[in-house]
């Protein structure tokens, strides 16, 4: 069985990064994967000291990336703010830094510009995380939020901007994203080594948002068992990460979140 983490947005509305941290410790839960809003509100080395202390692995750090802007300012700021992600990540000893690489400009119908933006955001940080030692993560989203959140698309998007970009560059895949793509077991293949990250969640029949409401594993329609066999065979063993974005789960009291987290990890 694959080691289990809890992403931190999971509990965000009833933990704070130091609650999330103990929570695992007190679970057995081995990894965890901060975002960085519960990062910042902590403090990083506090949060380093603490999660070393702990004995978790910090499986990956949310989230870089948001490239495209209306203007040159906004790309130089968001690349200014994803080195400044690279440095939390590897003051984390984070496995990697997952990327939303962004939706469309506000305004903007033009989506091969935006693709433009993302690939010319990642080769321009690229070499500060190479030099860092962190990998960046690509996490292909699910087409509905290709407007506001994310113009990747699809795993063999990601795939073709790492063999275009080189070193330094894997994917992040999460069920919710990648489950409804006829091609995803050829990708999955494909990626090999390249795989940082395993996100798993359920998509809801019905689903009530498309963003906040994410089924825990096991209560909707997405074979995870065969996602996780397909990223095993390609050659992941690392952890796999729960994320739910769910204000479902939001209102749940988080020590029985992890509870039955646990649970369904041993289906």
């Not at 704070?16 to 929570?23: F, T």
Request: hydrophobic residues 45%; aromatic residues 6%; charged residues 20%.
């Amino acid at each position: 069985m694959s080691p289990l983490s809890l992403n931190t947005v999971t509990v965000k509305e009833r933990w704070g990064l130091a609650q999330s941290i103990e929570g695992c410790a007190r679970h057995g839960i081995p990894g965890i994967s901060p975002w960085r809003d519960v990062l910042h509100a902590m403090g990083v080395a506090p949060a380093a000291k603490h999660i070393r202390d702990a004995g978790l692995s910090v499986t990956g750090l949310c989230r870089g990336g948001m490239f495209p802007a209306g203007d040159a300012a906004g790309r130089a700021a968001a690349i200014e703010d994803n080195r400044r992600a690279i440095d939390e990540a590897h003051a984390l000893n984070a496995q990697c830094l997952v990327m939303v690489c962004g939706g469309l400009p506000a305004g903007s119908r033009d989506l091969a510009g935006a693709r433009a933006m993302v690939r010319d955001g990642l080769a321009a940080i690229l070499p500060y995380a190479r030099a860092a030692g962190v990998t960046v993560a690509l996490e292909p989203l699910h087409p509905m939020t290709c407007a506001d959140r994310s113009v990747l698309s699809t795993t063999a998007q990601a795939l073709d901007l790492c063999d275009a970009l080189g070193d330094g560059l894997g994917v992040a895949l999460d069920c919710y994203h990648i489950w409804w793509d006829p091609d995803v077991e050829r990708q999955i293949a494909r990626a090999g080594t390249r795989i940082a990250a395993f996100h798993a969640c359920d998509w809801l029949v019905p689903t009530t948002d498309l963003v906040f409401d994410r089924g825990m594993p096991g209560d909707g329609v997405i074979d995870i068992a065969h996602l996780r066999a397909c990223v095993e065979a390609a050659g992941y063993k690392g952890f796999t990460e729960v994320e739910l974005l769910s204000r479902r789960w939001w209102a749940e009291d988080p020590d029985q979140v992890l509870t039955i987290m646990k649970d369904r990890h041993k289906v």
